[in-house]
Antibody
């Protein structure tokens, strides 16, 4: 079945880095744009970043631009989010999401906590 | 960035009620509007895309409409499993932006 499984979350100090991964299965990964969406505790959804199906284009939300990098490895069916210079306000559940014109497949999420 | 505003922020309703949620975009998004349902502790799931197209497997009591800046999600007869938070999202332009959410609660 179509599935997205995130990993790499954890507790990290402000200013440090973390890399999230998302392994896709059950569909042709290299044909889809992929996103990261996050949700801070008790808050709504925030779109973070997108990478084109071929990895050649990326867009970022204003709050993460210049600090986060989204990439993919189509040979491994894997999506990544490199998060640098982490801030307390980056604390959230991070979802890996498949999406072209809407977000039709979501992972279960991985939790990132930024705290000293 | 395009701002998405949902109303109401919460609604109390009973099983069998008709519930309508509205979503307004700060600028036109044509039909690039999606709706999602999220239950506590779970990932969101897509209900409607392209303003009015029901995702396969979503019950027909859910419907969406609208174009440009004003959109609605309607649940024709609320069922116990529909108590959740609903989000609209514009996918017309990056950054894709979400509304703040509407929580549908049991009256």
């Amino acid at each position: 079945q179509v599935q997205l499984v995130e990993s790499g979350g954890g507790v990290v100090q402000p200013g440090r880095s973390l890399r999230l991964s998302c392994v896709a299965s059950g569909f042709n990964f290299r044909s889809y744009g992929m996103h990261w969406v996050r949700q801070a505790p008790g808050k709504g959804l925030e779109w973070v970043a997108v990478v084109w199906y071929d990895g050649k284009n990326q867009y970022y939300g204003d709050s993460v631009k210049g600090r986060f990098t989204i990439t993919r490895d189509n040979s491994k069916n894997t999506l990544y989010l490199q998060m640098n210079s982490l801030r307390v306000e980056d604390t959230a559940v991070y979802y890996c999401v498949r999406g072209q014109s809407s977000m039709d497949v979501w992972g279960k999420g991985t939790t990132v906590t930024v705290s000293s | 960035d395009i701002q998405m505003t949902q109303s109401p922020s919460s609604v109390s309703a009973s099983v069998g009620d008709r519930v309508t949620i509205t979503c307004r975009a700060s600028q036109g998004v044509t039909s690039w509007l999606a709706w999602y349902q999220q239950k506590p502790g779970k990932a969101p799931s897509l209900l409607i895309y392209g303003s009015s197209h029901l995702k396969e497997g979503v019950p027909s009591r859910f419907s969406g409409s609208g174009y440009g800046t004003d959109f609605t999600l309607t649940i024709s007869s609320l069922q116990p499993e529909d108590f959740a938070t609903y989000y609209c999202q514009q996918t017309n332009d990056f950054p894709w932006t979400f509304g703040q959410g509407t929580k549908v609660e049991l009256k």
